[in-house]
């Protein structure tokens, strides 16, 4: 007889630097971890292949995705491990000056079957000097959603990072059938805190999706200019914790939890969220 099993989700947690060649490595180990945890597919941060000091140093260390190591290690990586890694990295624009903020999803057999381009960008200035960054200086808006597509875990639909804070696109996923919605991200310490739970969890409870948020952790740079909050998660289409890693430094790490397409299901049947669209209008 054939044992049913739910499909496994694992969250990975790194501190990215400069260093594309010690970011490979940290998520290629994870890719081996989680396929020996049984899981069916990885996600990991904004980000992985590197976390730059400056817009210049962003720039010069991009390579387009058939040619760079990154991207090509993980590829490796996902099909010796039979793995879907889904994982966030940087990737060149038409405009020489600028680049995506791209997130591709990696199938078992190691190609990249689905990509997606940021759409919001997060430029931030906080007036008591603990947050300033710009990312409009050297990076391009996607201009487009991906539509969910199929795998091993229900469909999934991409958002990354700063797109959590608006809940259209989310909404927009979920119509166009996702049960999951990733929000792989690098969250500063002071947003993070205020605000990284909290929307994670309202992004899940009003889309009725499972919410899977891998998270950059610690300082990226010597001087520790830059830092994120990690706090990696998995949250349920009721808003439940059901993965969660911590916010130390070195906190790397990953975590599992199942995805129940049936608790989806009947989620979205016991609570039908029936819009009043003739009131205030849709979202397509
Ligand atoms: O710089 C890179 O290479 C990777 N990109 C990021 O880290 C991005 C843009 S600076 N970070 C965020 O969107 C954080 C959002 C956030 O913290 C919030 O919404 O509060």
Redesign the pocket.
């Known amino acids: 007889m054939k044992v049913l099993r739910m499909p496994l989700a694992a969250i990975g947690q790194i501190r990215s630097t400069a260093s594309v060649s010690h970011n490979l490595k940290l998520c290629q180990n994870l890719v081996r971890k989680a396929a020996a945890a049984g899981a069916d597919a990885l996600f990991l941060p904004?980000?992985s292949d590197?976390?730059?000091s400056s817009p210049q140093q962003?720039l010069s260390l991009c390579q387009p995705l058939r040619t760079s190591s990154f991207v090509l290690g993980l590829q490796d990586a996902a099909k010796e491990h039979r793995i879907a890694v889904n994982v966030?990295v940087?990737e060149p624009s038409s405009n020489p000056s600028k680049i995506y903020?791209t997130l591709l999803w990696i199938t078992p057999d190691g190609s990249i079957s689905q990509t997606y381009r940021?759409l919001?960008?997060?430029d931030?200035h906080l007036a008591d000097g603990t947050?300033n960054?710009?990312?409009s200086a050297?990076?391009s808006p996607g201009e487009a959603l991906t539509t969910p597509f199929s795998t091993a875990l229900g469909n999934v639909g991409m958002l990354?990072?700063?797109d959590?804070?608006f809940p259209e696109p989310s909404l927009a996923l979920r119509n166009r059938g996702a049960h999951i919605i990733t929000y792989p991200?690098?969250?500063?310490v002071?947003?993070?805190e205020a605000?990284?739970e909290t929307l994670l969890r309202a992004r899940a409870i009003e889309t009725q999706c499972y919410v899977i948020a891998s998270a950059?952790v610690g300082a990226h740079d010597e001087e520790g200019k830059?830092k994120?909050?990690g706090h990696a998660m998995i949250i349920d289409a009721w808003g439940k914790v059901v993965a969660k890693l911590g916010g130390d430094e070195d906190e790397g790490g990953l975590a599992v939890a199942e995805v129940d397409l049936g608790l989806v299901e009947r989620i979205r049947g016991e609570m039908s969220l029936k819009r009043r669209e003739g009131v205030y209008g849709s979202i397509e």
């Open positions: 904004e980000a590197y976390i730059a962003s966030g940087h903020n940021k919001h960008l997060f931030i947050v960054l710009r990312e050297s990076v990354i990072c700063f959590l804070r991200s690098a969250f500063t002071a947003t993070g605000h990284w950059q830059r994120s909050w």
